[in-house]
């Protein structure tokens, strides 16, 4: 008797190591340079922690971009068919079939798709994917000076370094009816020394 061997899909996904992170903006600058976003568009923002949730001096911050998640709403909501989700699990959004109707935009509940106003249509971040497809790392994460973002499987996530990561982490909205791939490496609380 023979055992068939089953593999996870796969997902590609950001790893957003929140310890490693100084909130250098250095990934959201990355995209910018690299796509020539339109002033106002952005595709990655870096978000300060609340003190409610990191009350500590120093600052933690969320690098946040599109989630490329399992169930898409932006995908779902597209009545032309401009996204698709790629056998990896990417999420690319195709401009060039958009017609700028913002059913993407209006579902998506982190906000990913963006509005260009001078192309009048959305856009988001599609993970790189043309640099992926030729061996390269997507440019936020080539930029990271730090390597607090990283490009992950989430299906060998729990045999790397991250295997400690967390898909809902305090401050980030919960929507389990798309399922995120984006994943988080929580800071740990500052040691405290006195004199």
């Known amino acids: 008797m023979t055992t068939q061997k089953t593999s996870l899909p796969r997902q590609r996904a950001f790893l957003v190591d929140v310890e490693r992170c100084i909130g250098c903006f250095t990934c959201a600058m990355a995209c910018k340079n690299y ?111 730090v390597r607090a973002l990283r490009l992950v499987d989430i299906a060998a996530l729990s045999t790397t370094d991250a295997a400690n990561a967390v898909q809902y982490p305090a401050g980030y909205p919960e929507m389990p009816q798309v399922n995120p791939s984006t994943r988080f490496i929580m800071p740990r609380t500052p040691r405290v020394v006195r004199r």
């Open 35 to 145: 796509y020539h976003q339109e002033t106002g568009v952005v595709w990655r923002q870096l978000y300060p922690l609340d003190e409610a949730i990191y009350p500590h001096r120093e600052r933690a911050f969320f690098s946040l971009a599109c989630n490329h998640c399992e169930n898409p709403a932006c995908l779902n909501a597209c009545p032309v068919k401009a996204y698709e989700k790629r056998e990896d699990g990417v999420v690319v959004h195709h401009q060039d079939r958009c017609i700028g109707c913002g059913n993407c935009i209006r579902s998506c509940p982190y906000g990913a798709p963006r509005y260009n106003p001078v192309l009048k249509k959305a856009e988001k971040c599609s993970l790189c994917h043309e640099r992926l497809d030729a061996g390269k790392q997507p440019a936020c994460v080539q930029s990271c000076p």
